[in-house]
Nanobody
Framework: QVRLVESGGGLVQAGDSLRLSCAAS????????MGWFRQAPGKERDFVST????????LYTDSVKGRFTISRDNAKNTVYLQMNSLKPEDAAVYYC???????????????WGQGTQVTVSS
């Protein structure tokens, strides 16, 4: 069992930066692939980024490439999403997730956090 708690969301202006954190419970954090997804009002939850256990493999959705960076600190049981040059269309509830296989699909992830709100004003 893995419990995930996101933090770091907030209200920012377009062009600003935020760093989201996702703290995981349990001693097997390093065994899990960690992903970030987001859901805007009235829309489905979409893939944002994912990172494998070692940090050596990272995937991003096209709309955030070059602006967002995913990283993890296995000693701290934490995964991060550094978001730069934020745009109004990045506004959403951001969720972190843990799974066994690196994937862009929600169904590949077994554990989910409660989400953190990111609001970007234009």
């Amino acid at each position: 069992q893995v419990r995930l708690v996101e933090s770091g969301g907030g209200l920012v202006q377009a062009g600003d930066s935020l760093r989201l954190s996702c703290a995981a419970s349990g001693r097997t954090f390093g065994n899990y692939v960690m992903g970030w997804f987001r859901q805007a009002p009235g829309k489905e939850r979409d893939f944002v980024s994912t990172i494998n256990w070692s940090g050596g493999t990272k995937l991003y959705t096209d709309s955030v490439k070059g602006r967002f960076t995913i990283s993890r600190d296995n000693a701290k049981n934490t995964v991060y999403l550094q978001m730069n040059s934020l745009k109004p269309e990045d506004a959403a509830v951001y969720y972190c997730a843990a799974g066994r296989t690196i994937s862009v699909y929600e169904s590949s992830y077994d554990y989910w956090g409660q989400g953190t709100q990111v609001t970007v004003s234009s």
